[in-house]
C-alpha cells in the first residue's frame, strides 16, 4: 500500500507533476481501458482481496470514494465472471471515522473460512474474512484487523477485538493470507517497510497470530517493502517440485517503482532463499507495475496475480489509476535456475477465442523490410485497444518490432529490438527523433525466435517477452487521432513468422 508520504520514497522527480495532476477536472474518455479495470470514477490504487467465490472473481481496491486523488482510503469493489466484463458495486469496507480516530483502510487480503475457524459464519455458511491494514494517521500508527462478510463479500462488519497483530510502529502494513492445508492453519505475511523485511505469523481461527520468523536484508533494499505475498507453485508443472514465490514491491534499478521476488523454500515458519542474498529478480521491468497480489480460492490450483499500474504525470479523468491485465504465475527451470514467468490470464484466452471475426487479424510467414507492414487498414483496428501476438525470425535487418500509437507525420510509440545490442527498447518518437526516456530490456531469442505478447489498451502497454520469460509494463497517453500501428524492419528484413491481433473495443 502505498502511502502519500512515502510516494517521494518511490517517485521524488515525479510527485510534484503528479499532485499537480490531480486536479485536472478535463473528461479524458480517450485514455480509459477497455479491457484494464478502471473503477467508474476517482482514485483506485493497491488490489486488494483478491478472491474467486462460486464462479466469481471479486477484486477489493484502494479507494477514494469522494475525490479523484489519493485520500480517505476504502475498499472498492468490482466483480467479473470472465476477468474481461467488471461490475462495479459499492463500496465494500469504507474508512472509520471518531472523535479520536481516523482510520483509514490500507491494503490487505481475503479468504473464505470454510472451516468457520474464526466463529464468524452464520447459519452453517462460510464467512468472508478480510485481512487488512487499519492506518491511524492521527496515532502514526498501523495494525493489522480483520473484518467479516455473510452476504457474499458485499459489506464487512469488524471484528470487536481489533486490532489481531499490533507491534506499535508507523509503518507496519499490508497482510497477505492464505490457508496451509498440511499445519491447519493460516499464513500471514505483513511487510515492516523500512527495515527491509517481511513477517510471518501463523493463527487457527484468523483472531490470535503468533510470530514464526521473519526475512529480509537480501535483494534489492534500496527502498521500502510493501505488499507481500507468499505463494506455493509447482515448477515446471511438476507437483513434486514444490518452491514458494515471495513478492515484495519495491524498485528496481531502472524504474520509479516495481517489484521483486525471491524463489525458496518453506517449511511451514521460515523461507529460505534459494539464490544468493545479493541477487535481484524483478516482476515486471517497466516504470508503473506495482502492488500486485494473487487470487487466493483459485480451482485447479492455478495462481494469478493482478497489479496496480501506477499513474504517475498524466491525469486522467473522472478515474485515476488503473489494473493491469491478470497474469498466471509459473515458475521455470532455466539455466540462470529457476525463474518466474507470466502470462496472461487463460481465463482471458478463452475470451479472445469467443470474439468474431471482424476483430481478429492473422498473418503468417511474411518477409517484412525497410517499408514496413501497416497493420491498420481496416477501420475495426484503429482503436488502440489491440491484444497482439507476434513471433519474428531475426534476419538481416539491425531493427525490428512494432510501432503503435501512430500519428500521421507526428508522434509513435516503438517496441523494438536492436539485434546487436540484444536490447528490446521502448521509445516514444516525434518527427523520428526520440522523446523522453528509452525503456530498455536484456533478450536473447530463444530457438532463434521473438516472441511478444504486446496488451495495448488505450492509455497501457503491457510486453510479455518469449512467453512471460520477462515483462515490461508502461503507460502512454497519445492523442485521440493516433491509432496507426505497423511492423517494421530497419537496415534489412525480419521473417515475420506469425501475427494475430485482437481489437477489444467494446
Not at 540484444?422 to 528509452?438: F, Q, R
Request: hydrophobic share 35%.
Amino acid at each position: 500500500m502505498i502511502k502519500k508520504t512515502l510516494f517521494t520514497c518511490l517517485a521524488a522527480a515525479l510527485l510534484p507533476a503528479l499532485l499537480q495532476a490531480q486536479d485536472a477536472t478535463t473528461p479524458t474518455p480517450q485514455w480509459r481501458p477497455v479491457y484494464h479495470f478502471t473503477p467508474a470514477k476517482n482514485w483506485t490504487n493497491d488490489p486488494n482481496g483478491l478472491i474467486y467465490l462460486d464462479g466469481v472473481y471479486h477484486l477489493y481496491y484502494q479507494h477514494n470514494p469522494f475525490e479523484n486523488k489519493w485520500g480517505h482510503m476504502s475498499w472498492g469493489h468490482a466483480t467479473s465472471k470472465d476477468l474481461l466484463h467488471w461490475k462495479h458495486l459499492p463500496v465494500a469496507i469504507p474508512e472509520m471515522e471518531s472523535k479520536d480516530t481516523t482510520t483509514w483502510i490500507f491494503s490487505g487480503s481475503a479468504v473464505l473460512d470454510k472451516q468457520n475457524s474464526s466463529g464468524f459464519g452464520k447459519n452453517g455458511k462460510a464467512p468472508i474474512v478480510a485481512i487488512y491494514t487499519a492506518d491511524q494517521p492521527k496515532q502514526q500508527k498501523e495494525s493489522q484487523f480483520i473484518a467479516y462478510s455473510n452476504d457474499g463479500g458485499l459489506t464487512y462488519t469488524q471484528y470487536a477485538g481489533n486490532p489481531v497483530v499490533d507491534i506499535n510502529k508507523k509503518d507496519f502494513r499490508d497482510p497477505s493470507v492464505i490457508w496451509l492445508e498440511d499445519q491447519h492453519k493460516w499464513l500471514m505475511t505483513v511487510a515492516v517497510p523500512a527495515e527491509h523485511k517481511v513477517q510471518f505469523y501463523s493463527s487457527a481461527n484468523l483472531k490470535s497470530w503468533e510470530l514464526l520468523s521473519e526475512f529480509g536484508g537480501q535483494g534489492d533494499t534500496r527502498k521500502i517493502w510493501e505488499c507481500p505475498s507468499l505463494t506455493p507453485l509447482d515448477v515446471d508443472g511438476d507437483p513434486a517440485k514444490k518452491k514458494w514465490l515471495l513478492m515484495v514491491s519495491s524498485g528496481n534499478p531502472d524504474a520509479a517503482t516495481g517489484m521483486q521476488y525471491f524463489v525458496g523454500d518453506f517449511d511451514g515458519k521460515t523461507f529460505t532463499n534459494n539464490n544468493p542474498p545479493e541477487s535481484k529478480l524483478f516482476v515486471d521491468y517497466g516504470k508503473t507495475f506495482y502492488a500486485a497480489i494473487p487470487y487466493n480460492h483459485l480451482p485447479e490450483g492455478r495462481q494469478t496475480m493482478i497489479g496496480w499500474l501506477m499513474p504517475f504525470e498524466t491525469a486522467t479523468f473522472p478515474w485515476r489509476g488503473q489494473m493491469s491485465i491478470p497474469r498466471d504465475l509459473l515458475l521455470k527451470t532455466t539455466p540462470a535456475g529457476i525463474r518466474l514467468f507470466q502470462q496472461p490470464s487463460a481465463v482471458l484466452n478463452a475470451s479472445l477465442e469467443k470474439l468474431p471475426a471482424s476483430k481478429k487479424l492473422s498473418k503468417k510467414n511474411i518477409t517484412v523490410n525497410n517499408r514496413g507492414l501497416p497493420l491498420n487498414t481496416a477501420n475495426s483496428f484503429n482503436t488502440n485497444t489491440n491484444w497482439i501476438e507476434v513471433a519474428f525470425t531475426p534476419g538481416t535487418a539491425t531493427d525490428f518490432g512494432l510501432k503503435i500509437a501512430q500519428q500521421k507525420g507526428g508522434t509513435e510509440t516503438v517496441l523494438g529490438y536492436n539485434t546487436q545490442s540484444h536490447e528490446l527498447y521502448l521509445a516514444d518518437m516525434k518527427e523520428g527523433k526520440v522523446s523522453g526516456d528509452v525503456q530498455k530490456l536484456q533478450v536473447q531469442p530463444v530457438n532463434n525466435k521473438l516472441k511478444l505478447q504486446v496488451l495495448f489498451d488505450k492509455s497501457s502497454l503491457e510486453v510479455f517477452v518469449n512467453e512471460g520469460e520477462q515483462v515490461l509494463t508502461t503507460l502512454l497517453f497519445p492523442a485521440p487521432d493516433a491509432t496507426g500501428f505497423a511492423v517494421f524492419a530497419k537496415e534489412g528484413s525480419v521473417e515475420l513468422n506469425e501475427l494475430k491481433v485482437w481489437n477489444l473495443d467494446k
